[in-house]
C-alpha cells in the first residue's frame, strides 16, 4: 500500500512521538546497562541525566554537591548499532490492526532512539532477496528519522527473502564490531543462513527480533473455504478454515521451523526476541533489555 507524502510524515511523527517517550522514560538507561556495562577503568563523574543507569551513580559526589552525579567508566564507548529489516512481502501481511512490516518500523525505531540517547552511531540495511537499501551507520536525529522514513515508506523491488545474503552483505560491508538487531519473520530454512549468521555472530552482538502472526501459528476458528496466495511466490490454491487436518499440518510445520531455529540459534548462544503484532512491540524489547541487563551485572 502506497502512503502520500503527508501520509508518511504523520506516521514518522506518530512513531517519533511514541517511541520517544518510552526511550526517555525507560529504554535508554536499559539499552546502556544491555550492551555497554562498566569498564574496568574508571574515566570521570559527570552530572546525571534521565536515562541514566541508576547503579552508576556516585554518592559521595553527589553527597557533597547536593546534584546527583553518575560514574563514567571507558567502558562508556560508542557503539555502532546496524539495524537489518526484512522488507519481503511476507511481512506485508496481518490479521490484526497492522501489518507485520508496521510492528517492524515500530522495533527499529525503539532501537535507533535508545541508540540515539546514548550517542552510539545507527546503520540500516533493508532486504528481500536482495539488498535493498543500505545506510551507513552516523549519529543523529536527522539521521535517525531518515531511518525511520525508509522504514514506513520504503517500496521494494522483490518479494522473496535471503536471510543468508543480508547477513553476508553486513560481514562485508560493517568492518567494526557491533551491534546487530535482524528484524525479520524468518520464515525460511533456518538452515538457509546458519553458516552467515555463524561468521555474523563472532562480529557483531546479533539480536533477532522474530515477528510472528497470530495466524501464522494457528488458522482463525472459521468455517470457510478461501482462495489463498503466497505474497513471495505467487502460489495459489484453496484453504479450508475449520480443517483440522490442515490444522495439525500448520503445528507440525511451525513447530519444525521453530526447533530450526533453535538449533541454530543455540550453538551461538544468540537468544531471540518473538514479537506478536497484536500486542504492544515495546514490552518484549523491555524484557529483552531488563534480562540483558543483569547477565551485564553479574
Known amino acids: 500500500m502506497r502512503m502520500d507524502t503527508a501520509e508518511i510524515l504523520k506516521k514518522v511523527r506518530q512513531i517519533e512521538i511514541q ?52 560514574k563514567k567508566f571507558n567502558e562508556e564507548r560508542e557503539l555502532t548499532l546496524m539495524i537489518a529489516c526484512d522488507v ?13 512490516q508496521e510492528t517492524a518500523a515500530e522495533l527499529a525505531a525503539l532501537f535507533a532512539f535508545s541508540a540515539l540517547k546514548n550517542s552510539d552511531k545507527v546503520g540500516l540495511l533493508l532486504f528481500s532477496d536482495k539488498v535493498e537499501l543500505f545506510v551507513p551507520p552516523k549519529k543523529g536525529k536527522k539521521h535517525i528519522l531518515r531511518l525511520i522514513r525508509e522504514l514506513v515508506a520504503f517500496e521494494p523491488k522483490n518479494d522473496g527473502t535471503d536471510i543468508a545474503l543480508a547477513l553476508s552483505a553486513l560481514n562485508k560491508l560493517i568492518k ?17 543462513f546458519a553458516h552467515p549468521l555463524r561468521l555474523a555472530a563472532r562480529k557483531f552482538d546479533l539480536i533477532p527480533i ?32 475449520g480443517s483440522a487436518a490442515l490444522n495439525r499440518l500448520l503445528k507440525f510445520r511451525r513447530d519444525a521451523w521453530k526447533t530450526g531455529l533453535e538449533d541454530v540459534f543455540r550453538p ?13 512491540s515495546a514490552d518484549p524489547v523491555i524484557a529483552f533489555f531488563r534480562k540483558r541487563a543483569k547477565k551485564v551485572k553479574r
Do not use: M
Open 19 to 70: 517511541t520517544g517517550k518510552l526511550v526517555e522514560e525507560t529504554l535508554a538507561g536499559q539499552y546502556l546497562s544491555a550492551f555497554k556495562g562498566q569498564g574496568i577503568e574508571f574515566s570521570e563523574v559527570r552530572e546525571y541525566t534521565p536515562g541514566d543507569d541508576v547503579r552508576s551513580i556516585d554518592w559521595n559526589v553527589t553527597a557533597r554537591s547536593g546534584v546527583p552525579y553518575v
Open 88 to 100: 519481503s512481502a511476507s511481512l506485508r501481511f496481518g490479521s490484526v490492526d497492522k501489518f507485520k
Open 176 to 192: 567494526r564490531q557491533g551491534i546487530l538487531i535482524l528484524i525479520s519473520d524468518f520464515l525460511a530454512d533456518p538452515q538457509s
Open 210 to 241: 522474530i515477528i510472528e502472526d497470530r495466524a501464522e501459528k494457528a488458522l482463525p476458528p472459521l468455517h470457510a473455504c478461501l482462495n489463498v496466495r503466497d505474497p513471495e511466490t505467487g502460489e495459489e490454491r484453496f484453504v479450508s478454515l
Open 268 to 280: 551461538l548462544k544468540i537468544e531471540a526476541v518473538e514479537v506478536d503484532p497484536a500486542l504492544p
